[in-house]
C-alpha cells in the first residue's frame, strides 16, 4: 500500500520560494508518475505538475514559469519549488500519485496535505 | 484549456435518496473523465476513472457515465458517510478540475 506524506514550511514569506517534499513509502517511486495539487482556501482543486518515473516533467501552464517538480529516487521522494509567492499561493498543497494509468492524470494515492500560508 | 462545469454547486438530499451531479466539458474528452470524494480535512478520494469503472473497493451505489461532454455522476442510495464535495477531472487535455459539488444531508 502506497502512502505519501508532504513536509515543508508552513509559513513563507511573499517573493520568496516555496519548498516542499513529498516521501513515498509501501512503492518506488522509480515505477510512477508524481503530481502535486493545491486547494486554495475554500476553493478546488488545481494540478501544478507532476513528474515521471523517468523523470521528465509537465506543468500546468498557469504556473510553468516559477514551478519546479524533481525526483530524488535516493531517497524516495519528490519535490516541489514555487519561486515568487504571493498571497495567491496560500493554499493546502497535496502530493499525489498515479499507479494506475500511463497518462500520470489518476491520482489513486494522495498525501493528507500540508498547509502553506504567504505571509510577511 | 479545457473547462469543466459541475452542476449543481451544492445540493442536499436526504438518506436513501438517488443522488445525481453533472459534468461538462468545453470540448469533446472522450471518456478522459474522473470522479473524485473528498470529505472535510482529507484528501481526496478516487471513486470512479474512465468516466464510468469504479476504482477497486468503493461501493457499488457510486456510478459514472458519459462521454465527449456531458458526464454524470450517480450515488444510487445516499448514505451519511457520504457527505463531501465531489469534482470531476478531465485529462484529454492536460488536467482539470470541476469546482465541486459539495453534498449535503437534509
Known amino acids: 500500500q502506497v502512502q505519501l506524506q508532504e513536509s515543508g514550511p508552513g509559513l513563507v514569506k511573499p517573493s520568496e520560494t516555496l519548498s516542499l517534499t513529498c516521501i513515498v513509502s509501501?512503492?518506488?517511486?522509480?515505477?510512477?508518475?508524481w503530481s502535486w495539487i493545491r486547494q486554495a482556501p475554500g476553493k478546488g482543486l488545481e494540478w501544478i505538475g507532476y513528474?515521471?518515473?523517468?523523470?521528465?516533467?509537465t506543468y500546468n501552464p498557469s504556473l510553468k514559469s516559477r514551478v519546479t517538480i524533481s525526483v530524488d529516487t535516493s531517497k524516495n521522494q519528490f519535490s516541489l519549488r514555487l519561486t515568487s509567492v504571493t498571497a495567491a499561493d496560500t493554499a493546502v498543497y497535496h502530493c499525489?500519485?498515479?499507479?494506475?494509468?500511463?497518462?500520470?492524470?489518476?491520482?489513486?494515492?494522495w498525501g493528507q496535505g500540508t498547509q502553506v500560508t504567504v505571509s510577511s | 484549456d479545457i473547462q469543466m462545469t459541475q452542476s449543481p454547486s451544492s445540493l442536499s438530499a436526504s438518506v436513501g435518496d438517488r443522488v445525481t451531479i453533472t459534468c461538462q466539458a468545453s470540448?469533446?474528452?472522450?471518456?478522459?473523465l474522473n470522479w473524485y470524494q473528498q470529505k472535510p480535512g482529507k484528501a481526496p478520494k478516487l471513486l470512479i476513472y474512465?468516466?464510468?469503472h469504479l476504482q477497486t473497493g468503493v461501493p457499488s451505489r457510486f456510478s459514472g457515465s458519459g462521454s465527449g461532454t456531458d458526464f454524470t455522476f450517480t450515488i444510487s442510495s445516499l448514505q451519511p458517510e457520504d457527505i463531501a464535495t465531489y469534482y470531476c477531472?478531465?485529462?484529454?487535455?492536460?488536467?482539470?478540475f470541476g469546482q465541486g459539488t459539495r453534498l449535503e444531508i437534509k
Open positions: 509501501g512503492g518506488s517511486i522509480s515505477d510512477y508518475y
Open positions: 477531472q478531465q485529462y484529454d487535455v492536460l488536467l482539470t
Open positions: 499525489a500519485g498515479d499507479t494506475m494509468s500511463s497518462t500520470g492524470y489518476l491520482f489513486d494515492y
Open positions: 474512465d468516466a464510468s
Open positions: 470540448q469533446d474528452i472522450s471518456n478522459y
Open positions: 513528474v515521471s518515473f523517468s523523470g521528465s516533467t
